[in-house]
């Protein structure tokens, strides 16, 4: 069994910066692919960011060049540093963990979900 717990979220003005964290727990963390997704009320869960173990990367359009995808294996935490907030980042941050080695970016894929995280930007 796999626990995943995020952390870091919280209210931020526009232009701001937050980073999450996400713990993994009970099994052998280093060759997971670990994403990141957020939920909007009303929409959908979205694809933000997912990392392979040998560190490779994706981000979704939105986030790209202002959100970064990172991953201590030693401490088997993943986390999202997320800069130039925006009011539409507004969600909860969730993280994911898929035991396939592919950027999985598709979250039926993923096996293991975290309880979330509150993000909220203002304008």
């Known amino acids: 069994q796999v626990q995943l717990v995020e952390s870091g979220g919280g209210l931020v003005q526009a232009g701001g910066s937050l980073r999450l964290s996400c713990v993994a727990s009970?099994?052998?963390?280093?060759?997971?692919?670990m994403g990141w997704f957020r939920q909007a009320p009303g929409n959908e869960r979205e694809f933000v960011a997912v990392?392979?173990?040998?560190?490779?990367?994706l981000y979704a359009s939105s986030v790209k060049g202002r959100f970064t995808i990172s991953r201590d294996n030693a401490k088997n935490t993943v986390y999202l540093q997320m800069n130039s907030l925006k009011p539409e980042d507004t969600a909860i941050y969730y993280c994911?963990?898929?035991?396939?080695?592919?950027?999985?970016?598709?979250?039926?894929?993923?096996?293991?979900w975290g309880q979330g995280t509150q993000v909220t930007v203002s304008s």
């Open positions: 990392i392979r173990w040998s560190g490779g990367t």
């Open positions: 994911a963990l898929d035991k396939s080695t592919s950027l999985t970016t598709s979250h039926v894929l993923y096996e293991y």
């Open positions: 009970g099994r052998t963390f280093g060759y997971d692919t």
